[in-house]
């Protein structure tokens, strides 16, 4: 549940409870910024904030952001300029200290583990929020929304101090033209990084098809799976088939729609069914 919702609070009373508590990881250099502005209450952003690495960019991101007592109610929140292919060392510190200051804090008081949920279509901000959080201790990356067959090996670069390079879906520019976007643990830390624990990655998934495709074909180790159905939150793939529509303008979604358990099964890798009433007939043949 992203955009705040899946918050640091959230996932931590989820990991004190014995299971895994996951952070969203969408817009978080947003809502970072935004609870400065509100004043911070509980002092819980400036907290984790001086457990970052770089201890430079606490003291300039609070100089930038913090408003103390809280902004007034009338007064907009300051804005963040929009990422692009050549991000800035500031637009980087920022997402990577955000990821960081939130799975940091949902890591406290307790010793469960903790992931972060990232999505396959928004990636200018992925290598940045991926260090941020490994920095923090994060224990599972999720991503969805797409295909991530590069994610497992961009996590054992990171990992290791490498550099990665992340490959940029840009609408229009042909399939002759290749964009993308790099990160250098050794450029952002300005010195040798740190090695650091690489979280295990699940990926998020509708068809046997799929999990397969990643099991086999993926660049890295993948370490299992959500499965999720048509009826899951945020489910975006379209139904297999023409399309049609429900009186409500959805899409209609068949037998078809519904992913293999049996087929996801074989491949030896644990999984977890998001939406568990798509699968209850795919459940009583496992």
């Known amino acids: 549940m992203g955009v705040g919702v899946s918050n640091w609070r959230l996932a931590r009373a989820v990991a004190q409870a014995g299971h895994l508590g996951v952070v969203s990881g969408t817009a978080l250099d947003l809502m970072f910024v935004r609870r400065l502005q509100l004043g911070d209450p509980g002092e819980k952003m400036r ?35 929009l990422l692009k292919l050549e991000m800035s060392q500031e637009q980087k510190e920022l997402l990577a200290a955000a990821a960081f200051v939130e799975v940091w804090l949902a890591r406290q008081g307790h010793d469960g583990e903790i992931g972060i949920n990232l999505l396959e279509k928004i990636q200018l901000p992925t290598l940045p929020t991926l260090y941020g959080a490994m920095l923090a201790g994060v224990d599972y990356v999720f991503m969805g929304a797409g295909i991530p067959n590069h994610i497992p090996a961009l996590l054992d670069a990171l990992a290791e101090g490498e550099e990665a390079a ?45 999990a397969l495709t990643l099991a086999r074909k993926a660049r890295g180790r993948v370490d299992g799976f959500v499965v999720e159905g048509f009826s899951a939150g945020g489910h975006n793939a379209p139904p297999r088939g023409p399309m049609k529509l429900n009186e409500r ?38």
């Not at 606490?58 to 007064?75: N, S, V």
């Not at 209609?252 to 699968?279: C, H, N, Q, S, T």
């Open 166 to 210: 992340l490959s940029i879906d840009v609408l229009g520019s042909g399939a002759e033209v290749e964009h993308g976007v790099g990160f250098s643990p050794a450029r952002f830390m300005s010195a040798t990084p740190p090695l650091l624990q690489r979280p295990r990655f699940v990926a998020v998934i509708s068809s046997a098809t799929l």
């Open 249 to 286: 303008g959805e899409p209609i979604y068949g037998e078809r729609d519904v992913a293999d358990l049996a087929k996801i099964r074989e491949l030896g890798l644990p999984f977890w069914m998001a939406a568990l009433l798509d699968f209850q007939a795919n459940w009583r043949r496992l």
């Open 47 to 81: 907290e984790a904030l001086s457990h970052f690495p770089l201890p430079q960019v606490g003291p300039r991101l609070l100089e930038r952001y913090f408003i103390r007592g809280g902004k007034k109610a009338e007064a907009p929140f300051v804005t963040l300029p």
